[in-house]
């Protein structure tokens, strides 16, 4: 899961605003926007102060089955299938219309 998201789930289950858990954890506002809509993300200890503030604790948790990533040749493969659907796509036929299809706006004098 995100981190934002995290943060998020954990203010909401404690129904804090965003003001309240910033100015608990010692951080602006605008800030914590920031990290709960993914455009900046925090540093670990950071992550960890805002969910311990939001009542919430960061878990690892080891598991037995190790992350699985894909070889060149794979990635390779998927690139030229993603290619391929793209160029289908754009090969569809198009229809267009004479008329721009949107509402008509009264005119008032």
Known sequence: MEPGLLIRDARLRRGLTQIQLATQAGTSQATLSAY???AKQPSLDT????LAQAGARLV???D???VRQPSRAELQRAGRTLV???DLAEALPVR???ELQSPRVPVRP
């Open 64 to 66: 037995a089955r190790p």
């Open 60 to 62: 690892v948790v080891h």
């Open 36 to 38: 709960e809509s993914g």
């Open 96 to 98: 267009h219309t004479r």
């Open 47 to 50: 992550l960890s102060r805002l």
């Open 84 to 86: 391929e659907v793209l």
